[in-house]
């Protein structure tokens, strides 16, 4: 694909798809997280009943970002960013139309189905929209692009839950409307500048691959196998964020809650605040060391949490070196991948990435049982070396990798 203007400069279309991941991850949290409450409030499930019916969403979302990326490969990004848009405005106006349902069995019914099929069209954008910023990128400049994306996420996610208290909708199906409205003028958006865009420039068009030749592909990648698993291993030890450390703060804290909400935030303000500086490091010491360095560093902050009962300055010490860690750690995951990606296979590449995901799940079941039947310093610790085994799982891949192909051309 051929890039107008200066090599060195972002286009357009790329800050149209970064300021979609911050508007699309705050219209999530304007309504996501609340839908757990909203089942608690207007039915008569138990913990248990809902969270099974929220578990839907990020369980389809693993379908779909696999199968999503492949079908981008196939039919092209454009289509797939412009029908999981429209589809997800149409589900959430969906969500707002079930929550106004008198009868609870159809309510719950339909919460179910549109709760799944929101974590499968979410899954079709988000690889999809990170494979196309790397079509549109030039070589020199993918690093801050993903850096950008990263960026970008973490403002949405800061300012979702701000936007619907503001519109003082939260756990209530008005926020639904909202969200489908959300999406709906992005999808709009877009689809005007991509109009636009393939009016006035000529393209290359990239080889596509059948979806055949990508599994055969992704199977025969060890490279991205390994990383994937250390994805997975990073994302378990990052879901206990939300997890175990809130049960932790609240029986250890009178104010666990409100600690537990000051902490959330300052993860978010330190990954906003130090993006730049950290990206300027990361491309002094190079991906693989930074992927290292913001593991360690994430351990060394699930390691100072044993501390936290001593004063709550440890608790915000340990935030401040957690939120470093994966401020070093998810951009540069994501730019490792878009690395191995050939061009005709980068949305397959993505769209397997999201396996990592499978973390997310894991993490607050192993978490929750060695918190259990152990306690809060073993959890730590457990997590700690966790996080440093995800680094060692991805730099084995690099160097198993390194000493195939050294062999391959003896």
């Not at 850096?147 to 519109?167: C, D, T």
């Not at 999808?187 to 080889?207: D, G, H, M, P, Y």
Request: proline letters at 3%; aromatic letters at 12%.
């Amino acid at each position: 694909m051929t890039v107008t203007g200066s090599a060195e400069k972002i286009r357009k279309e790329i800050w149209v798809l970064l300021f979609g991941a911050a508007a699309i991850k705050a219209a999530n949290f304007m309504t996501i997280p609340f839908i757990a409450v909203f089942l608690v409030k207007n039915s008569q499930l138990n913990s248990l009943q809902v969270g099974m019916i929220v578990a839907l969403s990020p369980l389809a979302s693993l379908l779909g970002g696999f199968f999503g990326g492949q079908l981008s490969d196939i039919i092209g990004r454009k289509a797939m960013l412009f029908s999981s848009l429209f589809m997800l405005s149409l589900i959430f106006f969906g969500f707002y139309l079930a929550a106004g349902q008198a009868d609870i069995s159809v309510r719950l019914m339909l919460f179910s189905l549109l709760n799944a099929c929101c974590g499968l069209f979410s899954s079709l954008f988000h690889p999809v929209s990170a494979a196309l910023m790397g079509d549109l990128s030039p070589a020199g400049l993918k690093g801050k692009i993903y850096q950008l994306r990263y960026f970008s996420i973490n403002v949405g996610a800061a300012l979702g839950p701000v936007i619907g208290g503001w519109l003082g909708a939260n756990a209530s199906r008005t926020n639904f409307l909202h969200t489908s409205y959300f999406y709906l003028c992005y999808a709009l958006i877009l689809t005007a500048v991509f109009i636009r865009q393939s009016r006035t420039e000529s393209t290359v068009a990239v080889k596509r691959s059948s979806f055949k030749e990508s599994c055969r592909v992704l199977a025969g990648d060890r490279r991205l196998q390994y990383l994937i698993l250390s994805g997975l291993l990073f994302n378990l030890c990052y879901s206990q964020l939300e997890s175990t450390i809130s049960q932790v703060l609240v029986s250890q804290f009178a104010d666990g809650v409100k600690y537990f909400s000051y902490m959330l935030t300052a993860n978010g303000l330190t990954v906003i605040v130090f993006h730049a500086p950290v990206y300027a490091i990361g491309r002094k010491i190079g991906l693989n060391m930074s992927l290292l360095a913001g593991s360690v560093i994430f351990a060394l902050g699930m390691m100072l949490m044993t501390l936290q009962t001593w004063s709550v300055f440890f608790l915000f010490a340990a935030i401040f070196l957690i939120s470093i860690g994966e401020a070093f750690v998810f951009p540069v995951a994501t730019e490792l991948i878009e690395r191995l990606a050939p061009d005709s296979l980068r949305g397959s590449y993505f769209g397997a990435s999201t396996f990592r995901n499978l973390g997310l799940a894991i993490g607050p079941v192993a978490g929750g049982y060695v918190l259990t039947h152990y306690g809060p310093v073993p959890l730590f610790v457990f997590i700690s070396m966790t996080a440093i085994a995800s680094a060692v799982v991805a730099l084995y891949g690099e160097q198993l990798a390194a000493s195939t192909t050294i062999q391959q051309s003896v």
